[in-house]
């Protein structure tokens, strides 16, 4: 079709064109790019262990809402966004032979099993069609190659000495600039369609009012809540005391779900963050938000470090749990129905709106895998189906700490649902917003129902066992919490103030986001 050189960029979780080294790379070197994005059957299966599907409806939606976006950001720069439903070798590989000038194909790299297991195979396309494979490094804040460490395999086992290493002795690369104008697609070459819900034998998910994250996926989405919360809100100023709630839009940066499809680069995240330190102002908060992609990348290089032992049932230690796999059990979690309100809210929150925050993550994941002792990859794998914001590293690597079987030997903390459920919806307005069954019983008493008298519940129009379920599990600890609160439902918790959900003020600072971080300091029952 054409004899001038012609490149293909591979995207996969890279879906932006600002701080996208690949577009760099390629508009320097070729009369022809074609951006491609394959819609790959094996990212539509079942999960590994417990076959749960791999992809659920919100990061779907989100995915699409992100092919779209780039394609018209594409559009506007003289270029356009390729699409094609099959392995990515293989589509690949029918590019080579039609278009007969590519003389490169460039991606950037991941680390775990199944996508290096696509760079090989897309290794194995071009090599045999004598075509260069050019490779780079893009979705964390600081590059890997400079990393003061001589081998990823003496990455510490200890995010603080990770992050002090990097923050003392490594810097943040600058971000790339965005063409204005891209090269063309080769003359007569198909865009190929989007495909639909129905297409990928996928349902369309219906919008929840309650949602934490009504947000679209792609680069301009991305762009513009960053805008939000940093310039037009100053939100990002108070992070650091509201990260923990959980109600609403803007307790958090949400930049989690556009990370992880790379919608957004943690670079830029990073100058903008540095420009408003200069313009606005510099405190815990905004460091807070750095500290916590520095999470992100600490979760990826230890990916990186350890392999597939990220997905071990032993996990990185190789530590050895006697884990039940209970459906039951997994069901009364994965459903809302363990009769503990805490978690059963978290739980029904994910599963309509495909997020939870980061207090949630924690506290369910140490109640599947502390209290009811469940294989803990049946909580990663559900979470892998259904978060919109799923990262694979983050995601396994935080539900290996949440188990006690991380790299950090340290790790060995139990939340106490009842203590927690009280600290961060002291007045039980985050329960009764997802647990409609129990918006009669007032106040903090809504975490503890079965501690309730009969006439308190009656009056409350609860009626346990049959419209809402007693705890399928007790934790001793529990009781230390449930005579705290005031008797009967007669006002809010003397915890708390009335009003809606907030952070307790001794806790507002505990904890870093679940999707890039353990917490600091919980041990045992203590919380």
Same mark, same amino acid.
């Given at each position: ?78 270029? /356009? ?28 790299? +991941?680390?775990?099993?199944? +996508? ?80 639909? $819900? ?5 349902? +369309? ?11 679209? %996926? ?25 990260? /923990? ?22 670079? $830029?995240? $990073?100058?903008?963050?540095?420009? $408003? ?31 597939? *032992? ?26 809302? *129905? ?24 924690? /506290? ?46 340290? +790790?060995?903390?139990?939340? /106490? ?14 329960? *009764? ?9 007032? %106040? ?50 003397? *915890? ?32």
């Amino acid at each position: 079709m054409s004899s001038s050189r012609t490149i293909i960029c591979l995207l996969r979780n890279d879906l932006r064109l600002h701080d996208n080294e690949v577009f760099h790379w390629a508009q320097k070197n070729a009369e022809h790019i074609v951006p491609l994005y394959c819609f790959d059957p094996l990212h539509y299966l079942g999960t590994h262990c417990f076959n749960f599907p791999k992809t659920g409806p919100f990061r779907l939606r989100f995915l699409l809402d992100s092919v779209h976006d780039l394609r018209a950001t594409l559009k506007k720069g003289g270029s /356009n966004l390729v699409v094609r439903c099959g392995k990515p070798d293989k589509v690949v590989d029918d590019l080579i032979r039609q278009l007969g000038s590519v003389t490169a194909v460039a991606f950037h790299e +991941e680390v775990t099993q199944e +996508e290096l297991e696509v760079e090989k195979q897309i290794k194995d396309v071009c090599s045999k069609n004598k075509v260069k494979v050019q490779s780079f490094w893009g979705s964390t804040l600081y590059h890997k190659q400079d990393l003061p460490f001589n081998h990823i395999s003496r990455l510490p086992d200890v995010y603080t000495q990770f992050r002090k290493a990097v923050e003392s002795q490594a810097r943040v690369r600058p971000v790339l600039p965005s063409p204005t104008q891209l090269r063309p697609l080769p003359l007569g070459l198909e865009e190929g369609s989007i495909p639909t $819900y129905k297409d990928l034998e996928q349902t +369309e998910p219906v919008a929840d009012p309650r949602s934490a994250f009504p947000c679209s %996926g792609g680069e301009s989405e991305a762009l513009a809540r960053l805008q939000h919360y940093f310039w037009d809100t100053d939100a990002v100023a108070t992070y650091k005391e509201t990260r /923990n709630g959980l109600i609403g839009i803007d307790y958090s940066t949400k930049f989690a779900p556009w990370l992880a499809m790379g919608c957004i680069s943690p670079r $830029y995240i $990073y100058e903008q963050i540095k420009k $408003y330190e200069r313009e606005r102002t510099a405190n815990q908060s905004t460091y807070w938000v750095i500290f916590e992609l520095l999470w992100r990348d600490y979760f990826k290089f230890v990916a990186m470090k350890y392999g597939s *032992r990220l997905f071990n049932l032993n996990g990185l230690q190789d530590k050895h749990v006697p884990w039940k796999t209970d459906r039951k059990l997994l069901d009364a979690w994965k459903e809302g *129905r363990t009769g503990v309100p805490f978690v059963d809210a978290n739980m029904r929150e994910l599963a309509l709106t495909g997020f939870m925050s980061n207090r949630g993550r924690q /506290n369910v994941a140490s109640f599947l895998t502390k209290d009811l002792g469940l294989d803990w990859r049946m909580g990663a794998e559900w979470f892998e189906y259904l978060l919109v914001d799923h990262d694979v590293c983050s995601n396994y690597g935080n539900w290996l700490y949440s188990a006690g079987i991380g790299n950090d030997p340290r +790790e060995n903390r139990k939340f /106490n649902m009842i203590k927690q459920g009280l600290d961060y919806d002291n007045n039980g307005d985050y329960v *009764r917003q997802w647990v409609p069954e129990l918006r009669g019983i007032q %106040g903090g008493d809504v975490h503890t129902p079965w501690a309730l008298s009969s006439a308190v519940l009656s009056h409350a129009k609860v009626s346990l066992n049959d419209t809402y379920p007693s705890p399928v599990v007790m934790a001793p600890e529990w009781n230390r919490h449930v005579n705290k609160k005031p008797v009967g439902a007669t006002g809010p918790s003397s *915890r708390g103030r009335k009003g809606p959900s907030h952070t307790h003020k001794q806790h507002k600072d505990r904890g870093i986001d679940f999707y890039f971080s353990k917490s600091k300091g919980l041990n045992a029952s203590n919380d």
